[in-house]
């Protein structure tokens, strides 16, 4: 019997009430999940684990999610991974981005951007589309 190979996504945010809650939903989609609580240690995971996409958070401690994906677009073997930029900032200020915004902001357009609350069907359908499944 062979043996299928999960995608492995990396998970970065500081909120581990939000952790949980895409990890479970990405779990119950058949992924692999890993996490890291803050901008740097997401960093240096996805350079040690090579995941096949990472949903970033954009407000953390140590160092947020612009300058991760920025970091990220910068070394050769983490540029081509796909990025989800996920955050809550639109509820809290009521300004809203969209990955053609950040863009403009950081340079490069992350692969796709998701808002919290997050609807979970979204975020499996959003991560499915980028991972070709």
Do not use: C, W
């Not at 952790?19 to 890291?36: C, D, K, N, Q």
């Not at 740097?40 to 996805?46: I, N, P, S």
């Not at 970091?71 to 990025?83: F, Y």
Request: cysteine-free; proline content about 6%; hydrophobic content about 40%.
């Amino acid at each position: 019997m062979t043996e299928v190979t999960r995608s492995r996504i990396l998970v970065v945010d500081d909120e581990p009430d939000a952790v949980e809650f895409v990890r479970t939903v990405l779990e119950e989609a058949g992924y692999e999940v890993m996490a890291a609580a803050n901008g740097v240690e997401g960093l240096e995971k996805a350079r040690a684990e090579k995941p096949d996409l990472v949903v970033l958070d954009i407000q953390m401690p140590k160092k947020d999610g612009f300058s991760v994906f920025a970091d990220m677009r910068k070394d050769p073997e983490l540029k081509a991974v796909p990025v989800v930029m996920l955050t809550g900032v639109g509820d809290r200020t009521g300004i809203h981005f969209s990955a053609r915004d950040m863009g403009e902001y950081l340079g490069e357009e992350p692969n796709a951007y998701v808002e919290k609350p997050v609807d979970p069907d979204a975020l499996q359908e959003t991560v499915a589309g980028l991972l070709g499944a």
